[in-house]
């Protein structure tokens, strides 16, 4: 979180032309903001995420109205004492102010019209540092003098041992009233999780209040406990008028704000929070690319220099748009041209996207056959896997990924119509990746298991008996009110 400028020329996308065809719909009209949407001088919209070291920091960011101008909170280690709270620290933050209506972009003022009435409010920040790795705190963060949250509890990250976690792709539309019934679900499977991962377009319009409101309405306390790994995606990246004008795509200026994530000195200042690393423990590296950004060559460069300095042993990166497209008329060929080379010079264990509202599983590496693996397993290079936990579906890439034969990718699950979370559960040599519905029924899973040379194998896991699920099963997502 870092108060800065959007520069106009920095940010402009051309890599793919379908990038917005399926924005979506902004209301021209400005219905009331309901309760829950208002600032005040309570804290509200409080998420976790972790910018630094994980074993010995991680981050909270949290809303008021533009009166409060001092960010305060609280910790202590927890206990099984009723009064745990007896001696915690108080920590300050950083305070960034916020005109949802006025976007300062090279030194002009564009408008985010879809505002319009919203009063400024207030960003609040804290990095609680110096904490011991794999134990449990308690924190509370403050609005106006007296006014507190409730506590939290947050496990900081263990340096070795088993790590589990949730990735789900694209929330986007109807993320109150559809998507929280999701993300809820992926908690009740897997409140144990040490973060959530969401592969780029959490909502519609990014830079759009309501749809913020709707997010951290839907998810709750989760994100208060179990710190987010958000991805920038299309959606995340908008256009702002002035006088009859529209901006290039730029990310929204909501982003930075509401979210601490790391910084990288090696990146350019319209990547900053955008493209990230996290060295999660000895075993686990994330890498966060963010691929509506048009500096995609800065990224690729930055990711191959990491992944050459990184000697954990299992390297994940997330991005928005999938280098094998599973969605109807969305390739995206000069993304996989960059991008793909660093991946297999690297081979990157796990590769976790978003955008085409669809279901694709596949691998480059070697199978007995082509959709179903027997027990025996196979040699693996890279797993790529699109997913999508919001109502809105597409149809499946009707030639699947034959047009990608030339790779060496193998797709081995697929599906439509359907919301899906993934746990991913990572030990010692071994990785374990389980999809499921909103029901918690297991659609698709695989374990692999990678030796000391870093030679991979994959093997079914407890393996599903759904069968394959397609569009024709229910009606397509159709937008009702507020998303």
Not at 33 to 57: H, K, L, N
Not at 92 to 102: A, I, K, P, R
Request: charged share 25%.
């Amino acid at each position: 979180m870092k108060s800065f400028v959007i520069s106009l020329c920095c940010l402009t996308v051309c890599l793919a032309p379908q990038a917005y065809a399926h924005e979506g719909h902004d209301h021209d009209s400005h219905p009331p903001t309901p309760p829950w949407q208002d600032a005040s001088g309570w804290p509200d919209r409080i998420v976790t995420t972790i910018p630094e070291t994980p074993q010995s920091s991680f981050a909270v960011t949290w809303r008021t109205d533009d009166e409060v101008t001092s960010s305060i909170a609280q910790i202590v280690e927890a206990t099984d004492a009723a009064r745990f709270d007896v001696g915690a620290e108080i920590v300050l933050g950083e305070t960034e102010s916020l005109n949802l209506v006025d976007v300062p972009i090279a030194k002009e003022i564009w408008k985010a019209e879809w505002n319009d009435g919203l009063a400024p409010v207030n960003y609040h920040s804290v990095v609680f540092r110096g904490l011991e790795p794999d134990t449990t705190y308690a924190y509370r963060v403050r609005g106006s003098e007296g006014n507190w949250s409730e506590w939290f509890q947050i496990q900081t990250a263990p340096e070795d041992g088993p790590v589990k976690f949730i990735y789900v792709g694209d929330a986007q539309n109807g993320v109150l009233s559809h998507w929280s019934r999701l993300i809820r679900a992926a908690y009740a499977a897997a409140p144990d999780s040490r973060f959530i991962l969401h592969a780029g377009d959490l909502v519609n319009n990014g830079a759009r209040d309501i749809e913020w409101a709707s997010w951290f309405k839907a998810v709750g306390f989760i994100h208060g406990m179990i710190p987010a790994i958000p991805v920038a995606g299309n959606h995340e990246y908008r256009r702002y008028t002035r006088n009859g004008e529209e901006s290039d795509s730029l990310l929204s200026m909501m982003w930075r704000p509401q979210f601490t994530l790391p910084e990288e000195p090696e990146l350019p200042d319209d990547l900053q929070e955008a493209a990230y690393d996290i060295r999660y423990s000895d075993d686990i590296h994330i890498f966060i690319l963010s691929t509506q950004n048009q500096n995609l060559q800065a990224q690729a460069d930055w990711l191959d220099r990491e992944l050459g300095r990184s000697d954990a042993k299992w390297k994940i990166v997330s991005m928005h748009h999938p280098i094998f497209s599973s969605g109807s008329d969305r390739d995206s060929p000069d993304r996989r041209k960059i991008l793909l080379p660093v991946f297999e010079k690297h081979a990157v264990d796990l590769v976790l996207q978003g955008h085409d509202h669809t279901y694709a599983r596949g691998m480059i590496g070697q199978t007995p056959e082509r959709i179903s693996y027997s027990d025996a397993g196979g040699d693996i290079e890279t797993m790529f896997v699109n997913s999508v936990s919001g109502p809105k579906q597409y149809d499946f890439k009707e030639n699947g990924w034959d047009d990608y034969a030339n790779t060496g990718v193998q797709l081995q699950r697929k599906a439509e119509n359907t919301q899906f979370f993934q746990i991913i559960t990572i030990e010692d040599d071994t990785l374990t990746y389980e999809a499921r519905t909103a029901l918690n029924n297991l659609y698709d899973d695989f374990v692999m298991t990678k030796d000391e040379s870093g030679h991979k194998t994959i093997t079914r896991g407890a393996q599903s008996t759904m069968d394959e699920r397609m569009f024709e099963t229910s009606e397509p997502y159709i937008r009702e009110g507020i998303d």
